[in-house]
Structures are given as structure tokens and as C-alpha cells.
């Protein structure tokens, strides 16, 4: 997109509603072939993948990375719906992550008070 456009869209951003969205990301998909818009989600996700790089190697920019940011949440949308995976999908299925992490995180800190104790 145009970044100029992108600006100019986040000081007066249109206000969708879910149902709206979800309505013109429906239509979007009809108009395409589902391979093609998942080989589109793989460049979109690529493109935030770079903006990542330029971040961490201190030359991106915060509105690079809000766009592709965004259109990394709106290719997620378009998996959900070529896969009929549900919000409710997703969210359990991210509870399953955060437990793993979660219990990665009590493990290693324990380990960490265990080796603190002997050193002392």
C-alpha cells in the first residue's frame, strides 16, 4: 500500500465493524482462488518477517512495521476462513501455548531458585 495512503488512513481510519469486516474479507476470498490467497498470506507474512529484521538490526520504522503488522492480523482472518478454523479455535489453541510457556517459565525459574540456593 502506498504509505502516504497508510498515514493518512490512521488519522481518520474508517470505523468497520466486526460483522463489516469479516463481510469484506469474505468477499475478498470469493474473488479469489484459495491457493492463491495462501500463497499471498506467505508473502504477507515474509514482507512482516522482514520488517522484523529491519527492526531488530535498528533500521525499520514503527509505521512499517504497524502496516505489515496489519496485514499479518488480516491474513489470519483469511486462514480462519479458508480452513473454517474458528475464534474459538484459535483461542484454545492458544491457551494450550500460553500453558506451555507458562509451565517452561515455572520450571526454569525453579531451576534457576534451585541453582541460586546451592551457590550460596
Keep these: ?10 488519522k481518520d481510519a474508517p470505523h468497520y465493524s466486526k460483522k463489516r469486516r469479516k463481510d469484506i474479507l469474505e468477499r475478498v476470498l470469493r474473488r479469489s482462488n484459495w491457493k492463491t490467497q495462501c500463497t499471498v498470506v506467505m508473502e504477507e507474512f515474509a514482507e512482516l518477517q522482514q520488517e522484523v529484521s529491519k527492526q531488530i538490526r535498528g533500521y525499520g520504522d514503527k509505521i ?15 486462514l480462519k476462513s479458508i480452513f473454517n478454523i474458528s475464534d474459538g ?8 501455548k500460553i500453558k506451555r510457556a ?7 525459574e525453579a531451576k534457576e531458585k534451585r541453582e541460586k540456593m546451592l551457590n550460596e
Design 102 to 108: 507458562d509451565d517452561n517459565l515455572k520450571h526454569a
Design 64 to 78: 512499517g512495521l504497524l502496516e505489515e503488522m496489519a496485514d499479518a492480523y488480516i491474513c489470519l482472518e483469511h
Design 1 to 10: 500500500m502506498n504509505r502516504e495512503r497508510f498515514v493518512n488512513g490512521l
Design 89 to 96: 479455535d484459535v483461542l484454545r489453541a492458544m491457551e494450550v
